[in-house]
């Protein structure tokens, strides 16, 4: 990781991950926000995920993804060692069907929240959109490019209705 100004900071617990993480990454880009992307193990690489938050927080960072599946300890990992917010992506690995990761990130002590979303895809996908929601509240930019997506994402619908109904 360098020594850039960022919103969002992204860890995965394996590269294996990545396939599922990059509809966060498109979704972040297209509304313009910095983040960078990085591969580390609650697990394997205690020490690095904790000099990671220090980094990433010296750099700006707002909020943290993590993504991770089986017993999916990262975004918990982060949320204790963080009081940015976390956004923890649950990811199907195993035999569990992303029940084993969306429990074990879901199910945090009291005092240290992660915000968890659906396992997969979606759920990376709506990480990134939470991201900027929270980002929102603070950066009017943010804000009017979150209108305008809602917006375009309702005329699609209707557009969809209009075709279906015609």
């Not at 020490?47 to 909020?63: R, Y």
């Not at 975004?75 to 940015?84: E, T, W």
């Not at 603070?138 to 209707?158: C, G, I, P, T, W």
């Amino acid at each position: 990781m360098t020594n850039q100004k960022i919103d969002v900071a992204i860890i995965m617990g394996s590269d294996s991950d990545l396939p599922i993480v990059e509809a966060c990454f498109s979704v972040l880009d297209s509304f313009g926000v910095k983040y960078t992307k990085n591969v580390m193990s609650a697990h394997r690489t205690p020490h690095e995920v904790m000099e990671l938050i220090k980094l990433s927080e010296a750099n700006g960072c707002k909020i943290f993804i993590a993504a991770a599946g089986m017993a999916a300890h990262l975004a918990g990992a982060v949320a204790a060692h963080s009081i940015r917010p976390v956004i923890g992506i649950p990811i199907e690995s195993g035999g569990m069907g992303g029940m084993d990761s969306l429990l074990s990130t879901v199910m945090m002590p009291p005092g240290v929240p992660v915000a968890t979303v659906a396992v997969g895809k979606s759920g990376a996908k709506n990480s990134a959109i939470l991201a900027v929601q929270i980002l929102a509240t603070s950066n009017e930019e943010f804000a009017q490019k979150l209108h305008d997506y809602k917006n375009n994402m309702r005329e699609e619908v209707l557009k969809k209705d209009k075709a279906l109904n015609s």
